[in-house]
T-cell receptor
């Protein structure tokens, strides 16, 4: 049972453009929604995370938009740069003390000059 | 502060053998989780340890096991290896403080089963 669905599977964006990756979840008990960035040969690294009590969180060029009623959240990368080319995973986990991350299937983002 | 370290980084085994992977969490982190990453299944949760106790377990067969030591270092073991066990095995540690849910991942151990 896939509890976190992620789209698109791959994405090509021109430098300076906006990259948008979407995720939808099923379990309303999820309490924490992080986005991870993974470069080839490396482990995933936390990019930005949100809790369900806010609808948006921004850190630099990265923004999470969260829609609790629709059970959806998305990552927006503004002014996309070639260095942003990586695989991005959304994830969700239950309340504190039960830190199993359920991951989306990943989006391979390529930023072209 | 040193990050999560995993050893070895690469392993090649044959079917039927067993393997042990090691993870050293960030100093002070008491929770250690293991994930399996494959192209087909993505990142899947294996198990989580906290204070030497397995707190959560994913949907993997009993051939996959783990443990955590008093210094929070963790090992996972896979017995009777199958071709499908070829994957990147990732370890993640977290501080386990109220409100702090961030998990820090190591670089992984790439296991190839021939």
């Amino acid at each position: 049972q896939q509890q976190v669905k992620q789209s698109p599977q791959s994405l090509i964006v021109q430098k300076g453009g906006i990259s948008i990756i979407n995720c939808a979840y099923e379990n309303t008990a999820f309490d924490y929604f992080p986005w991870y960035q993974q470069f080839p040969g490396k482990g995933p690294a936390l990019l930005i995370a949100i809790r369900p009590d806010v609808s948006e969180k921004k850190e630099g060029r990265f923004t999470i938009s969260f829609n609790k009623s629709a059970k959806q959240f998305s990552l927006h990368i503004m002014d996309s740069q070639p260095g942003d080319s990586a695989t991005y995973f959304c994830a969700a986990s239950l309340v504190f003390g039960n830190e199993k991350l359920t991951f989306g299937t990943g989006t391979r983002l390529t930023i072209i000059p | 502060k040193a990050g999560v370290t995993q050893t070895p980084r690469y392993l090649i085994k044959t079917r039927g053998q067993q393997v042990t992977l090691s993870c050293s969490p960030i100093s002070g982190h008491r929770s250690v989780s293991w994930y399996q990453q494959t192209p087909g299944q993505g990142l899947q949760f294996l198990f989580e340890y906290f204070s030497e106790t397995q707190r959560n377990k994913g949907n993997f067969p009993g051939r996959f096991s783990g443990r955590q030591f008093s210094n929070s270092r963790s090992e996972m073991n896979v017995s009777t290896l199958e071709l499908g066990d070829s994957a990147l095995y990732l370890c993640a540690s977290s501080l386990e403080l109220a409100g702090d849910l961030e998990q820090f991942f190591g670089p992984g151990t790439r296991l190839t089963v021939l």
